[in-house]
C-alpha cells in the first residue's frame, strides 16, 4: 500500500472514531446510505429476493461497522464449543484479500493466504474444523455439508450477506471504538443503522459491555517465532523494547494488550489485510519484531530476523453460553 493510501485511511479512521462536529454536515449521506441497506435486508426477509439455505443450522458472526472488531476469535471459540457439544461444525467465509471466486476453495493449514485470505488460514489452522471460503457462501457452505458432513455451519462475517439463509446472528462490536461517530458510510464506519442490533440473536462486545451484551476478552498465549518452533512465555519480554507490527482492524486493541504485559512498543500500524514487503519490516536494530498472528500468515515466506507473533484466545462468560445453548435447543425442538 502507497503512502498516500495509508494517510487515507488513517484520515477516515480520524473523522470516523474522534469527534468531527462539522462532519453531520454529511448526515445525509449516512441516512441515505441506512435508507438502501434497510430496503435490502426487507427484501430478503420478506422473500422478495432469494434466500438459499443448506439443510443444516446456520450460526452467521459479524459486525456492523467496517473494519475488524475481533471476529475470528470468537468463531474459534464457537468452533471449539461446538465440538465439545457433539457437533460437527464447518466454516465458510468471504476470504477477503484472497482471489476467491464463485467456485468454493476448501482451505487447508498449509494454503496461501493470498488466494483464500488470511483469517481463513488461521481458522483452519487452528479450529480443526473443515474450512471453505467463496464470495457465494452459499456454494461453500453446501460443498461442507455435502462433502464433509458437518451438520452447523459458522459464517465468518456476513452479517450483510443475507443470500445465506441464517439461524442464529451474533454480532460483534469493539469495545474500544464502539459504533464510532454513529454514521453510516461513507461518512461514519457503520455498514447498516445501530438498529440492526436489535434484530441479531446476541451482541458480543471483544472489551467492556454495554447493556445486554456480553464480554469477549482476550487471552494471550505463549510468543512464537515465525521462523521456527520456538516459544517463549509473554512473562519474560516484561520491560524488552519491541517493534509492535499490526495490519488489523484496530491495531491500537494489539499494542494496548501487550503494553498491559509490560512490553515497551514502538509501533508500526499498517491498514487492515495489508499485504507486506520484506523491506516495510526491516528496522536495522537489534530489537525483536512482534505481530499479531493475523500478519504473521503472510509474513512466513519474507525471511525475517528475530520475528515472532502473539496468538490469542478469546474467553467468553457464563451468560453468553447459556444464550448460546437456548438458542441451539430452540432449532432442535
Not at 469527534?19 to 427484501?43: D, N, S, T, V
Amino acid at each position: 500500500m502507497t503512502a498516500a493510501a495509508r494517510r487515507l485511511h488513517a484520515s477516515l479512521q480520524r473523522l470516523w472514531y474522534q469527534p468531527q462536529p462539522w462532519l453531520w454536515l454529511l448526515a445525509p449521506l449516512g441516512w441515505f446510505y441506512q435508507l438502501i441497506m434497510l430496503l435490502r435486508e426487507w427484501l430478503y426477509r420478506s422473500g422478495v429476493l432469494p434466500v438459499q439455505r443448506v439443510g443444516v443450522p446456520v450460526i452467521v458472526v459479524g459486525n456492523i461497522t467496517v473494519g475488524g472488531t475481533g471476529k475470528t476469535p470468537l468463531v474459534l471459540w464457537l468452533a471449539d464449543y461446538l465440538q465439545r457439544q457433539g457437533y460437527r461444525p464447518g466454516i465458510v467465509s468471504r476470504g477477503y484479500g484472497g482471489t476467491a471466486t464463485d467456485e468454493p476453495q476448501q482451505v487447508r493449514a498449509d494454503s496461501d493466504p493470498a488466494q483464500v485470505g488470511d483469517e481463513p488460514v488461521i481458522l483452519a489452522r487452528r479450529s480443526g474444523c473443515p474450512v471453505a471460503v467463496c464470495r457465494q457462501r452459499y456454494f461453500a457452505a453446501r460443498g461442507l455439508v455435502e462433502h464433509n458432513g458437518c451438520d452447523i455451519i459458522i459464517s465468518d462475517d456476513g452479517l450483510q450477506h443475507l443470500a445465506l439463509g441464517r439461524d442464529i446472528e451474533i454480532a460483534v462490536i469493539d469495545g474500544q471504538r464502539r459504533l464510532g461517530n454513529g454514521l453510516c458510510l461513507p461518512v461514519g464506519p457503520l455498514r447498516e443503522g445501530r438498529g440492526r442490533l436489535r434484530r441479531v440473536a446476541a451482541v458480543v462486545t471483544s472489551g467492556k459491555a454495554g447493556r445486554g451484551e456480553h464480554s469477549m476478552s482476550y487471552q494471550p498465549q505463549p510468543l512464537q517465532s515465525l521462523n521456527d518452533e520456538r516459544r517463549q512465555a509473554l512473562d519474560a519480554w516484561r520491560d524488552r523494547t519491541v517493534h509492535a507490527v499490526a495490519g488489523v482492524g484496530n491495531p491500537g486493541r494489539f499494542f494496548s494488550l501487550l503494553r498491559r504485559q509490560g512490553l515497551r512498543l514502538i509501533t508500526h500500524e499498517f491498514p487492515d489485510h495489508h499485504v507486506y514487503s520484506h523491506a516495510e519490516l526491516q528496522f536495522n536494530d537489534e530489537y525483536p519484531l512482534v505481530m499479531t498472528e493475523k500478519d504473521a500468515i503472510k509474513c512466513t515466506g519474507l525471511a525475517l530476523r528475530n520475528a515472532w507473533y502473539l496468538p490469542i484466545i478469546a474467553a467468553l462468560p457464563k451468560t453468553f453460553e447459556y444464550r448460546l445453548n437456548h438458542l441451539l435447543q430452540a432449532l432442535a425442538d
